[in-house]
């Protein structure tokens, strides 16, 4: 009897580690399992139950894949902070030199549908619809010496009286595209007359670099559609033909393969340079030194940008600062070609990159900020 206990305390024992949530044995540990996830094939909906898709009220959107998910497999990234920013549900005309467009704030799938629902009450025909791509153009309008009704064919009217030359029949070109903050909208126009230049085919127009043959007529559209969005007058209106405008980004920030931060902008290299300057300047941070050449700003961030007072909070915790309020001195740069830069945040001396989870809120600050 004896003997047959000391057994089974000793098979016991030497079951505890066989027994214990790991990789081997019976209970195995599941924390690290989504590292090895797959995407499954789409779900296929029966011919007779076609009718029933696209019906969810509340869709989830589609979350891309981490480039780096090992690094967080034991150490989490810290969730990102929320900046309040006075501008962020206003509808404005932004301008960079001769350049403007508007920004709304909502995503292209509503914005989408008001554009086309603000052209079809003034009665402006469209003959170019293309979602995939976020282009519209109006149909030709001949504008007379008469009253009209529509807001449209009254500003044409107004603005031609100003330019007589201007005899011939005008049109808008349209591009709709999403803004560099997420959930927002850039609404980009060209006027056209056919008595300054032959028309081209509409499926063959690219307007990026195309400069209207009206200023006044182009700056007046955008206030007007504005203006209608801005007093909601169309609301609760979702377009699903418009999603793929969605997806092509203006701003993203990812983690590179050793965990740091980056923030892309796919934006010329004009409008990404002003784009920071006007971050910076929107979150008070101080420009110490600056040069477009390579691309760098030398700036201070006051740690009461992260903790919403002075004094200690996140950002102090983390470079172990609370007793002080002097501000914290980064290197930003920005680096790359034609339509992709990258911006990475530097210590001040530029000898390695920063702290990856403050450089995170750095570039959260910067991305919320930009316009």
Known sequence: MRYWLLGTVILSLGACSWMRPGDEGIFLNPNDDYLESDRHNKLVVPEDLRTLENTDPFPIPSVSQPPNPTYYADRPPLPDAIYANDNRDEVRIQTLGDRQWLVIPEPPTTAWPKLKQFLAENAVPIVYDAPQSGRLNTGWLKIENVAYRDVIRTMLKDAKSSDPLLTGQDRFLIKVEQGLRPETTEIHVRHENDSISLPVRDEVIVIDGLNSHMDLAESDLLREVGAYIAAKVSEQTVSKVALQIGSEKKAELERDEDGFPVLYFYLDYERAWATMGQALENASVDIINLDR?????????????????????????????????KPVSVQLRMLGSQQKYDLRVWQADGEALLDADVAQQILVLLREFAA
């Open 293 to 325: 050449e390579t691309g760098r700003f030398m700036v201070d961030v006051p740690q009461s940008i992260f903790t919403g007072e002075e004094g200690g909070g996140f950002f102090c915790r983390l470079t172990f600062s609370c007793q002080s309020d």
